[in-house]
């Protein structure tokens, strides 16, 4: 796959296109990029993606703390998983954001040679986001490119989006977000040194640091997968590992921790990851963090956790 950071960098033909921040990647995306994928190969085309950093959110919404669901490269990754051919990651301003969907336009079909465009129900580009489905369609007959929409996906819930889902990880809420992404809401990131409290009352855990940016489940107890560095989803079983991890401050000995933390009690496991990177997949909820009277009653608890997680995990 192609990556680059500008329109001007590049000159094709008879593209297929769709535009959007696909953070997530989620099964509505996923949606919109199959179609994309298997219509432009169908018709040896290249399947463009043209997304944005920083997120609108950001620099319209002057929402500085914003947390996504993805990485950039970990959305990088899912695109090309599913047959985008060439990705354009554009830095989104508010200079950008002045521009009038047609004047965007232009610049995409000078660029792409743009073919065909195909977009979610709710996409709106340029300024006062009129760049809707009519109003892209409108273009495209003038400028030569035909434009397909792609309805949205529903449950009895409403519309599957990544507000949605942002809204179900941060309320704990991980397995209704893993039906909405398609896979188990994952965080990677390196192993550091803790406290070494965990080793003292025989609970090793290994504290991951999150990506910048990431959002982080809410607060508690989780059984989820834990997959060492090297190993992957479709392969190397062996390091895919079952873990009660635990986000959040540690009321029993950290009360005033400024910011959660991530500990992975992995199951049956006892070796040295500091430095190793681990990707934890959160499969369910188990239980809000409390603060306990003594160390035995919270060593008995994390015991019915580690319970809990097998049964839910085998």
């Known amino acids: 796959m192609i990556h680059t950071h500008s329109l001007d960098e590049l000159t094709l033909k008879n593209v297929w296109l769709t535009i959007g921040i696909f953070d997530g990647v989620h099964r509505g995306h996923q949606e919109i990029l199959r179609t994309l994928a298997s219509g432009a190969h169908q018709a040896g085309e290249p399947a463009v993606v043209i997304t944005f950093t920083p997120h609108p959110a950001v620099v319209l919404g002057g929402i500085a703390d914003f947390k996504s669901l993805t990485t950039p490269e970990e959305r990088l990754s899912l695109l090309e998983s599913l047959g985008v051919d ?3 990651t554009h830095t989104f301003s508010r200079e950008f954001a002045e521009q009038s969907a047609e004047e965007f336009m232009r610049r995409v079909v000078r660029s792409l040679g743009l073919g065909h465009l195909i977009i979610g129900y709710d996409t709106a580009l340029g300024r006062g986001r009129e760049g809707n489905a009519v109003r892209l369609a409108e273009i495209g007959k003038m ?8 309805p949205p996906l529903s449950d009895e819930r409403g519309v599957l ?3 949605r889902i942002r809204h179900s990880i941060a309320t704990g809420h991980v397995s209704a977000a893993a039906g909405d992404l398609g896979r188990y809401y994952d965080i990677t990131g390196p ?3 803790g406290d070494g409290r965990g080793h003292k009352i025989n ?5 991951i640091q999150a990506p910048h940016g990431k959002i982080i489940p809410a607060n508690g107890i989780y059984a989820c997968w834990a997959w060492l560095e090297g190993s992957g989803s479709g392969s190397a079983k062996r390091n895919r590992i079952q873990s009660a991890t635990n986000v959040g401050v540690r009321p029993t000995f950290t009360p005033d921790l400024p910011a959660p933390a991530i500990e992975a009690h992995l199951l049956d496991f006892n070796r040295d990851l500091y430095g190793q990177q681990i990707r934890l997949e959160f499969v369910e909820y188990l239980r809000p963090e409390e603060k306990f ?14 319970d809990f997680t097998r049964e839910i995990l085998d």
């Open 161 to 163: 989006s990544s507000t």
């Open 191 to 193: 192993v550091v040194h």
């Open 203 to 207: 609970v090793p855990t290994a504290n």
């Open 143 to 150: 400028m030569g490119y035909t434009v397909q929409t792609v």
């Open 86 to 88: 060439i990705v354009i």
């Open 293 to 306: 009277a003594s160390v035995e009653a919270l060593v008995k608890q994390i015991q019915e956790d580690v």
